[in-house]
T-cell receptor, first 115, second 112 residues
Framework: AQSVTQLDSQVPVFEEAPVELRCNYS??????LFWYVQYPNQGLQLLLK??????LVKGINGFEAEFNKSQTSFHLRKPSVHISDTAEYFC?????????????FGKGTTLSVSS | DTGVSQDPRHKITKRGQNVTFRCDPI?????LYWYRQTLGQGPEFLTY????????KSRLLSDRFSAERPKGSFSTLEIQRTEQGDSAMYLC??????????FGSGTRLTVV
């Protein structure tokens, strides 16, 4: 069975500092990987996704992530954060070989950006 | 593209009552998913439709839960005889094959 581990439940950071949110997955098959952001009392918004090809994926709002198959990781990075990046971030995985199967989410990382 | 719409946004109900939520997906998306999210947790998969066919159900979906997508367009999720443990955010998402999901804003259920 697939699973996702987000290694940090909370990440506090100062504005304009770089940030990395860590995600490791467990799967015996090839996977698709996603990062979503959730603002309070809202649904989830897709930040970026890895389906195939280049292992460095660029997303919205200046975020990027790198797929590392050997380490089964998909860490999210941003070189300079803003106050408005304060939100909950979720890493998710799905099975490439079973189109349409459910996304499995991690428990989330709360990013808190302060001035 | 008006996004995924969910109705209502908030629902407060007494324990034992039945509730029904509606989800309108993006019109060209043939896949529709229901998730449940409790405080401090990631979304947990409940069920999935491709067009009108319900193809997968999680073990989280007890007999009190039922979902339909009668014409392959909107979907409803009904919870019968609600319990306090049903209090959560219920999220709907839709997708096309090979793409990430688009989520709605969710329905927050509070059972008192």
């Amino acid at each position: 069975a697939q699973s996702v581990t987000q290694l940090d439940s909370q990440v506090p950071v100062f504005e304009e500092a770089p940030v990395e949110l860590r995600c490791n997955y467990s799967s015996s098959v090839s996977v698709y990987l996603f990062w979503y952001v959730q603002y309070p009392n809202q649904g989830l918004q897709l930040l970026l996704k890895y389906l195939s090809g280049s292992t460095l994926v660029k997303g919205i709002n200046g975020f990027e992530a790198e797929f590392n198959k050997s380490q089964t990781s998909f860490h999210l990075r941003k070189p300079s954060v803003h106050i408005s990046d304060t939100a909950e971030y979720f890493c998710a995985v799905s099975d490439q070989n079973q189109a349409g199967t459910a996304l499995i989410f991690g428990k989330g990382t709360t990013l808190s950006v302060s001035s | 593209d008006t996004g995924v719409s969910q109705d209502p946004r908030h629902k407060i109900t007494k324990r034992g009552q039945n509730v029904t939520f509606r989800c309108d997906p993006i019109s060209e998306h043939n896949r529709l998913y229901w998730y449940r999210q409790t405080l401090g947790q990631g979304p947990e998969f409940l069920t999935y439709f491709q067009n009108e066919a319900q193809l997968e159900k999680s073990r989280l979906l007890s007999d009190r839960f039922s979902a339909e997508r009668p014409k392959g367009s909107f979907s409803t999720l009904e919870i019968q005889r609600t319990e306090q443990g049903d209090s959560a955010m219920y999220l709907c998402a839709s997708s096309l094959p090979g793409y990430g999901y688009t989520f709605g804003s969710g329905t927050r259920l509070t059972v008192v």
